[in-house]
């Protein structure tokens, strides 16, 4: 194999292949057009079509051959060097959308007999009869494949020829089998061998004549491990300790250590928020929080640390709420289908119902099963074999999932930790309603008493029957009601009158009220209400449906309905909409002892709710100056007293612990409909939940849901199919993702793609043997004490298993250039491995790796003594600058300044605002959050330079080290510079080091006139730029 | 070289794409420059750096070097600026059939606000022009008009995100973005994406509108002002001098090139190091790059700097002339921001709200195309006026002339970097509430900047989420070729 051209392989274009006009927004991307361009599209019939018309310099694809290193040619890999060819250069036209002569690329049969031109696409070992061969090395430009693009490289063809050569062994995508129990390779440098995963390794570097990298050193082995599994670096103390810990198990000790660290539980959640895209905030205009979508950050955060089985965390996330033993962490976890950004102004409701869809199955399928199952929205994937129905079947078991909305019962649900907790809030609940009935009854009495004694004309209707009565105003047009919680109000506001009205309406049609308020009922007994409308209106008291008279009809035929309350206040709502032709609105109620109250602006008399409104400020001033000495002074204090407070308690809500959770709309959910071309308005054929074809899936088996079920049932089947170890990939894309965040990269390096579109895994074998271990849980047991042994999805033990091999433990430089290779192996040189294996897919050595953006600020905090460790609760906000707020319309909007302490929390505890990250995040290559980030870019910009060096973070940071360093190393400049270098690079400085910040310190000193302990915070600040401090070895 | 370590999500391979015009000479250019040849390239672990931003060759040759977008936020209303209704006179309050889709919903009646100002010919093309815009006016020869964009969205939220990334969705990188992403920067001392906001405030949905998407931060809009410290942290704290601050550069880099020494294949560590030598120097250009007292007082004055109403954006239009240039490639200049009629949106009053903000940029905007062409500079540099949308011909209450949005039918236009002048293409109907005439669809405007600047919109792809995202989405869009 030339590892030369195995990278030629991969850099070959992504073949643009054409799509048709499509409608949806999220995925109107996918890979076009030029290909289908004016020239090519007419001419292309035969196979191997058409000829383009343009010409490519093929020399400048010449590639350097120099550099590979000769060796006799190994088996071509048909999945890994062959297939991506096909996918990207040829599936355009002869792939699983499209068979231009008959022929599909992704099919062996066609590939092997006999095609409609009677003519071979290949023959296995027979180059001069396979029409490939011929096509793809063709000079004239009118028969040359492909037919677009520039030729396939000379490379790409070699490996080609040499496939065909070697007997055209044919094997199916990698991904799309079951992970293959795999013997352990042997080796021959089996001294190096420390766990299976290094068995995997080292075959393969020593097949390629590579040796490992020797061991690191302990101190950039502690630094590396501490930051791989929590995020921060180590304390002095437990560098001392590992340091002078020479005994075997000494390392072990340490993995053990942090493992069990609650540090451990908030770094690996954030990996985990990245990929499910959460964020606190909706996006688009108003960018409004999600109402406790921190449960669900701390949800995470727990379950890891807990090591909740990751078979487990998946089904929660996907159906917690219907699992029998869910709980609030099934509930809690749920949140996930709430995490992406929503609309609540869309221009296109339908579509945007589809798009947050996508979103989910995006989401899901590319975070469990590292599967692009959107790319088959609109038509059947390009390249992956998954057809545009399998993307519907999928879509089937979340149909029944509710909109997003604002806050309110469809999207939150009560959580109680424990039972004790829910009665509590029973109690205080009650409690709440009882002391408002108490203190309305007080205050009537006393005015009822007032009235008397004075003689007013005041009767029973100038009492209000609806009290903190709010509205909130629509604009659109309907037939029907719509959920008003799903749509956001042009205004809202509060109606002092005491009626539903609809005055405030800016618009004579095509438009909706909500009215919320609080009803006082008189007398516990049988109330009927009547609604007449024009046009649909529904009536709800005590949360219960009592009148529905929906539609688009006219005023005249009032509808009915009964209840039975309880005596106090009760909230009342009224919906109601407005589509074409006239409007109107009466609501009356009937109860003991009265008829047909109004409680609607009456229509024939506009002035009424003035006069009420006239007539209750007129009491109010007239209880004001003679409220003293008629009632007493005494008793009208207690009057005002009681009337202040009830005013105080209507505006203190008891609301109970909510979580972001699904809801559906029943247990039948509507009929799902394949989209044509993905377009909402066209509707095609129906399809039933069912899993994914190319893993095997069929149509799920739902069990019928009860009828007073609240859900379907079909998100837990789904659930079931995917953390199974049956399926196919999810073990596989958990392990990798886990890999990843050790090594840099995946074995497979498109983590959220395993499709052939994605990058082969460098280590295939390894991948199959970690998945399979992840699922059985085998025991592994160096040192014969591990914590995590036998658990099956044990997070933490594959955790283990990864960081306790000598991969892992490898040094990220070489012996040539790491001066202190202990063991003596024999290293490869650095240039020869560069040459062999430029990209190190080999694992030869460590790679380095920049800090993420959490880490940067989290070891600022913790190196300069201001880290404040609490954990979990509601998202923090630590400063943001106002030239940085100046980008908002409305400045600060969503972002005011957290505490002092918590400002220095920990980074996964800041609130995610989409539309604001905070600066020194966005500045490290936080993740985009409005889709799922696989992995995180490494940018090196001026702009970090400038936030490190004159930000107010940093700056104040630099202080606040320099006076730790004063604290705890007292006056001496020395042992000062010398404690800040250990404290922040986590090792013991050299000399010279120490050297050059004294020699900063001092020209700051009498080069520039600072004072002895500016010089210091600028030493500090020198410290936190470091390239060291940024950087793992 | 480039081509960065991008999590192995993205190679350029829009330049495979490119279909036909795509000169071999471009080709092999960029190849090299992009590290096609270089096997080293493709991994986030990759130790080799490269410069994402570095300048690179286009897929053909550009009209223009620069992009100027002065976007009027909140959507100016096209009948009341430079699409004139003469149908429309003396219907004042006429109740009409009309469909229109706005933020109050869908409606099918209306009443018609006729203009509130009057319209004359201008220039050698006789183009008819509200007096709201005197001095755009005499430019008219230089301009392209196109009376019959459409939009996805008539919501702000949406619509900002359509007209600055392509897409009702967020998430995906904005025009900006996408030209550095192609070309790269030709001056590394500025960002290569600048904003300047309005002083009321910046755009609903803030940094969204300068956001790199699923592209890395490299990418993204840097917001660029005319007082105080041009860039986010670019001053020294109070009390750091520029010598201190040097003397602790010094420090680092002595110490991180020890460091590197070691590890003298990692590329990125020796990037890093340069970049505070970048940000050093960023720290001297950026403020002269908006340092007035270069520009002479005839200068200043031709923007409108002596007087009030028009100093702010007046300044703003010098700076983007200065930042031109300085070679950055995409600046982008709000007028308006915050929220109602701190911007265009003039839902109650269209007479209040567009005398306003007419009167604050016209000076500036027209000052702008002229000292561009009387250097020499509106050749390359490509100047984009509009907002998110148009306006309704009809009133939006039942009472005033307030518009609400309409993205149906509505006026944008270019000028120089190889757009034709006095031209005007598409019409809206005789009321302007929707386009009749050859729509052009928001894409279409986008396919003409990238095409302008030499980038083949259909071949400038990044890969994201299994698909070859692209600024014009997944149909084949051509540029506006009337324009051209």
Not at chain 2, 14 to 20: E, S
Not at chain 2, 135 to 155: E, L, N, R, Y
Request: net charge neutral; aromatic share 8%.
């Amino acid at each position: 194999m030339i590892p030369i051209q195995e990278q030629t392989v991969q850099k070959v274009a992504k073949a643009c292949f054409p799509c048709k006009p499509l409608n949806p927004t999220r995925n109107a991307n996918c890979r076009a057009s030029t290909r289908l361009s004016r020239h090519a599209a007419v001419v292309r019939h035969l196979i191997f079509a058409a000829p383009s018309l343009h010409v490519l310099v093929m020399a400048v694809l010449l590639l350097s051959s120099s550099t590979a290193i000769a060796q006799p040619p190994e088996p071509v890999d048909f999945g890994r060097q062959i297939q991506p060819i096909l996918a990207r250069r040829c599936y355009a036209c002869h792939g699983p959308d499209k068979a231009e002569g008959d022929l599909r690329f992704n099919r062996k049969e066609t590939v092997f007999s006999a095609l409609k031109s009677g003519k071979l696409a290949v023959v296995p070992h027979d180059l001069s009869g396979s029409e490939l061969i011929r096509r793809v090395t063709s000079t004239d430009d009118s028969d040359r494949m492909p037919p677009e693009g520039p030729p396939l490289t000379p490379s790409q063809i070699g490996l080609m020829k040499t496939w065909i050569e070697q007997g055209a062994d044919w094997k199916e995508h990698w991904a799309f089998d079951a992970p293959r129990s795999q013997p352990l390779p042997t080796v021959k440098n089996e001294r190096w061998v420390k766990s299976p995963i290094d068995a995997f390794v080292l075959s393969k570097l020593e097949s390629r004549g590579l040796n490992p990298a020797p061991p690191a050193e302990k101190a950039a082995l502690l630094r590396r491990v501490a930051f791989d599994l929590t995020g921060l670096p180590p304390t002095l103390d437990e560098l001392k300790s590992f340091l002078g810990d020479e005994s075997p198990g000494a390392y072990e000790i340490v993995v053990d250590r942090l493992l069990q660290s609650e540090h451990f539980g908030e770094h690996q959640a954030r990996h985990w928020l990245d990929v499910v895209r959460y964020a606190d905030t909706n996006s688009f205009e108003r960018d409004g929080p999600k109402p406790n979508a921190w449960r669900y950050r701390d949800y995470v955060i727990r379950s890891f640390n807990r090591d909740k089985p990751y078979d487990r965390f998946i089904k929660e996330q996907l159906a917690g709420d219907e699992l029998p033993d869910g709980g609030n962490d099934g509930l809690i976890a749920t949140g996930f289908y709430r995490l992406g950004q929503w609309d609540d102004e869309p221009a296109d409701r339908l579509l945007a119902g589809y798009d947050v869809l996508d979103d989910i199955i995006t989401t899901t399928a590319q975070g469990f099963l590292g599967l692009t199952v959107n790319c088959a929205r609109c038509h059947d994937h390009k390249i992956d074999p998954v057809p545009q129905r399998d993307y519907y079947s999928l879509l089937a078991f979340f149909k029944g999932v509710t909109p997003n909305g604002n806050p309110n019962p469809q999207v939150e649900r009560p959580v109680f930790e424990t039972d004790a907790e829910k009665v509590d809030y029973d109690a205080a609940m009650k409690a709440h309603k009882d002391k408002l009935r108490n203190f309305q009854a007080t205050i009537t009495a006393i005015e009822m008493d007032f009235r008397k004694r004075v003689g007013s004309t005041g009767t029973v209707s100038d009492a209000v029957d609806l009290c903190e009565l709010r509205y909130r105003f629509y604009r659109d047009s309907w037939e029907s009601l719509p959920n008003f919680e799903n749509l956001k109000p042009e205004t809202v506001g509060k109606l002092d009158g005491g009626f539903f009205d609809l005055s405030p309406a800016t618009r004579e049609t095509s438009f909706g009220f909500v009215f919320e308020g609080t009803l006082v009922v008189p007398v516990d007994g049988d109330y009927e209400f009547s609604l007449d409308s024009d046009d649909g209106s529904r009536l709800t008291v005590a949360g219960a449906q009592v009148v529905l008279y929906d539609g688009i009809h006219s005023i005249g035929q009032p509808r009915s309905g009964k209840i039975s309350l309880k005596q106090g206040p009760t909230p009342i709502r009224l919906d109601y909409f407005q589509g074409v032709g006239g409007k109107g609105l009466t609501v009356t109620w009937s109860g003991p002892g009265f008829e047909r109250k109004l409680l609607s602006e009456p229509n024939d008399n506009r002035d009424a709710s003035a006069r009420r409104r006239k007539h209750r400020k007129e009491f109010e001033s007239l209880i004001a100056s003679k409220g003293p000495t008629v009632l007493g002074a005494s008793i009208y204090e207690e009057y005002k007293s009681f009337v202040h407070q009830l005013e105080e308690l209507r505006n203190h809500k008891v609301e109970p612990p909510s979580a972001l959770c699904v809801t559906e709309s029943g247990p039948n959910p509507p009929e799902t409909m394949l989209l044509k071309r993905g377009n909402p308005q066209s509707p095609g054929e129906k399809v039933v939940p069912a899993f994914l074809t190319i893993l095997g899936g069929d149509a799920a088996v739902i069990p019928p849901a009860a009828a007073s079920a609240t859900t379907s049932g079909r998100r837990t089947a789904l659930a079931n199919w995917i953390a199974s170890s049956t399926n196919r990939l999810t073990a596989r894309v958990m392990v990798n993702r886990i890999w990843q965040h050790h090594f840099g990269r995946g074995i497979v390096r498109s983590p959220n793609n395993f499709g052939l579109l994605g990058d082969p895994p460098t280590h295939l074998e390894l991948l199959d043997w970690l998945a399979i271990d992840f699922m059985q849980g085998s025991n592994f047991t160096e040192g014969g004490n591990s914590s995590f042994s036998g658990e099956p999805w044990s997070i933490k033990r594959m955790h283990k298993q990864i960081v306790m091999s000598g991969t892992y433990r490898m040094s990220s430089r070489t012996a040539s250039d790491a001066a202190s290779a202990k063991d003596g192996s024999r290293s490869t040189s650095l240039s020869d491995a560069i040459k062999v294996d430029p990209l190190n897919n080999l694992f030869w050595r460590h790679d380095m790796r920049r800090l993420s953006a959490e880490e940067v600020r989290d070891s600022i905090l913790t190196v300069s003594g201001q880290f404040n460790s609490k954990m979990y609760g509601p998202g923090v906000f630590p400063e943001i600058s106002d030239e940085v707020k100046a980008g908002q319309s409305v400045p600060g909007s969503g972002w005011s300044d957290s505490s002092p302490e918590d400002q220095v929390r920990r980074s996964v505890y800041v609130q995610v605002k989409r539309s604001m990250v905070l600066p020194i995040l966005s500045d490290f290559d936080f993740a985009d959050t409005d889709s799922s980030c696989a992995a995180r870019f490494t940018t090196t910009q001026p702009t970090q330079a400038l936030g490190m060096l004159n930000g107010k973070l940093l700056n104040e940071q630099a202080v606040a080290f320099a006076r730790r360093l004063r604290k705890e190393a007292g006056t001496d400049v020395y042992q000062q510079v010398s404690l800040g270098c250990r404290l922040a690079l986590e090792r013991e400085p050299d000399e010279s080091m120490i050297r050059r910040s004294l020699q900063l310190i001092d020209a700051l000193k009498t080069k520039h006139g600072l004072g002895v302990e500016k010089a210091l915070e600028q030493f500090c600040l020198m410290i936190f730029n470091l390239n060291e401090f940024v950087y793992l070895d | 070289m480039t081509v960065p370590n991008f999590c192995g999500r993205t190679r350029r391979e829009f330049i495979w794409q490119a279909g036909a015009g795509f000169a071999g000479t471009a080709l092999s250019g960029l190849l090299q420059r992009d590290g096609f040849h270089s096997s080293l390239a493709d991994s986030p672990a990759s130790p080799l750096h490269q410069n994402p931003l570095a300048a690179k060759i286009p897929h053909f040759a550009p009209n223009a070097k620069s992009v100027i977008f002065l976007f009027m936020y909140g959507g100016p209303s096209h009948i009341d600026t430079f699409d004139y209704k003469p149908a429309m006179k003396g219907r004042d309050n006429q109740t009409i059939d009309v469909k229109t889709f706005g933020r109050g919903g869908h409606k099918n009646q209306g009443r018609i606000v006729e203009t509130r100002w009057d319209f004359k010919q201008y220039g050698q093309c006789g183009k008819w022009v509200s007096d709201l815009f005197p001095h755009v006016a005499t430019c008219v020869d230089d301009i392209a008009f196109v009376h019959s964009m459409t939009a996805d969205s008539p919501i702000h939220g949406s619509a900002m995100l359509m007209m600055n990334s392509g897409k009702i969705l967020s998430g995906s990188p904005c025009l900006g973005s996408w030209v550095n992403y192609g070309l790269g920067s030709e001056n590394e001392n500025l960002p290569g994406f600048v904003v300047m906001l309005d002083p009321s405030g910046g755009p609903i949905s803030g940094a969204k509108n300068w956001s790199s998407g699923y592209m890395p931060a490299t990418y993204q809009g840097t917001i660029l002002r005319s007082k105080g410290a041009p860039i986010i942290d670019l001053n020294t704290r109070e009390g750091t001098t520029r010598e201190m601050q040097r003397e602790l550069l010094d420090a680092l880099k002595d110490t991180n090139s020890i460091h590197a020494g070691t590890r003298s294949d990692n590329t990125e560590l020796a990037a890093r190091i340069n970049s505070y030598e970048l940000a050093f120097k960023m720290q001297k250009h950026a403020p002269e790059a908006v340092d007035f007292s270069q520009e002479t007082a005839e200068t200043q004055k031709l923007y409108g700097m002596d007087q009030p109403r028009t100093l702010d954006f007046g300044k703003r239009c010098l700076l983007a002339r200065r930042l031109v240039e300085r070679g950055v490639r995409f600046i982008q200049l709000y007028s308006g921001g915050s929220h109602n009629d701190a911007n265009w949106d003039a839902h109650s009053d269209i007479k209040k709200n567009h005398n306003f903000h007419a009167g604050n940029t016209d000076q500036p905007v027209a000052a702008l195309l002229k000292d561009l062409k009387q250097r020499d500079m509106l050749k390359d540099t490509l100047v984009i006026w509009g907002g998110e949308f148009g306006r309704q011909p009809t009133a939006e209450y039942a009472m005033g002339t307030g518009r609400d949005h309409n993205a149906y039918g509505f006026t944008m236009w270019m000028a120089g970097g190889g757009i034709k002048g006095g031209v005007s293409v598409g019409t809206t109907d005789e009321l302007g509430s929707a386009a009749v005439e050859s729509p052009f669809h928001v894409k279409r405007l986008h396919a003409t900047v990238l095409r302008q600047m030499g980038l083949d919109p259909n071949g400038l792809s990044y890969f994201h989420g299994g698909l070859d995202q692209k600024l014009v989405g997944v149909e084949h869009v051509e540029p506006i070729p009337e324009i051209i």
